[in-house]
């Protein structure tokens, strides 16, 4: 019973293991995901249209934080579809925006509505080490022959005629915040550019998996051990070897004494009648025993007489 009590525990221990693992999973493809934003980018011209969405991930909601203020797009807005602006207003729609449910949530993403002239179009989500990005500087009126200064962190990287600057192979040095401005004085709103580590969601992952697959082959391994133990510990079944008539008797008989012995009433006091017979002078009188009331007596054993 103990060895089957443990067993189940072990079990259970391993079902829990397998839960969390797919809760972690879960939560893992949660963090790594972004609200949608269409266009794709962080700075929006006041009054252009503009769609968020937490596409790719069920029954969560869109969540925005604006001036401090958290509530969800709009007051009719369900679990279910994007939240669409169809115009943007720099006071209303400027904030972070994020995906939920429940206790879980996804990476915010920062938009930014302008009255301005210019945007700065950066990437809403964060680029990968290794990768290229772009970023362009644009005028609202799209004036021709323009040119583009782009600086990080308040220092000018980059002049460009194309009024763009593409990073070849983005590192982790480039995070920073970016902003642009236009050769006829239009400068735009500050962004930030987020740089993760190519590998970085994985190892956890990986590391979470290996464990699992090694508590897991413990457990088998474990199982296999308490159900050899507990084979090995069965009563074996040996036969007696013949022995003789005589023999068997022999030692048996006092078994049966003995037991007759323990189970045996309290002995009690055997009384005999004796019968005095006078003799001559110089004669003797003599006692004769009569049987006693208890068999186990033997004829060492104690009696009384009763002379009449």
């Known amino acids: 019973m103990e060895v089957t009590a443990l067993c189940i525990r072990l079990m259970r221990t391993g079902m829990l293991l397998l839960v969390a693992q797919a809760a972690f999973s879960y939560s893992q493809k949660a963090d790594a995901a972004f609200p949608q934003v269409v266009p794709n980018r962080q700075q929006h011209f006041e009054y252009d249209p503009l769609v968020i969405s937490c596409e790719g991930l069920e029954g969560w909601k869109l969540i925005r934080r604006i001036k401090g203020v958290v509530k969800s797009c709009s007051t009719s807005w369900s679990t279910s579809g994007p939240c669409e602006i169809k115009s943007t207003i720099s006071a209303v729609d400027s904030g972070e925006y994020w995906c939920e449910m ?175 017979v006078d003799k001559e002078p110089g004669g003797s009188s003599h006692c004769t025993r009569i049987a006693g009331t208890n068999p186990l007596l033997t004829e060492e054993d104690p009696f009384y007489c009763t002379i009449d």
């Open 102 to 276: 429940g206790v879980k949530t996804s990476y915010t993403v920062n938009i930014t509505v302008t009255g301005g002239p210019v945007i700065l179009e950066s990437p809403v989500l964060p680029v990968m080490e290794g990768e290229a990005a772009t970023l362009s500087c644009r005028d609202k009126q799209e004036s021709p022959n323009l040119t583009a200064e782009f600086f990080k962190d308040g220092h000018l990287m980059e002049r460009s005629s194309t009024v763009n600057m593409t990073i070849h192979r983005v590192t982790k040095s480039y995070e920073g915040v970016y902003k642009c401005r236009i050769s006829n004085g239009g400068e735009s709103p500050e962004s930030w550019l987020t740089v993760r580590a190519g590998e970085e969601p994985h190892h956890g992952l990986d590391l979470l998996r290996l464990l699992c697959i090694g508590v897991g082959v413990f457990l088998v391994a474990l199982l296999l051990l308490l159900g050899l133990l507990k084979c090995c510990k069965r009563p074996t079944v040996t036969r007696d070897t013949p022995t003789s008539p005589s023999s068997f008797q022999s030692s048996s008989s006092p078994q049966t004494v003995n037991e007759e012995a323990s189970v045996a009433a309290p002995i009690e006091t055997t009384y005999a009648v004796v019968t005095r």
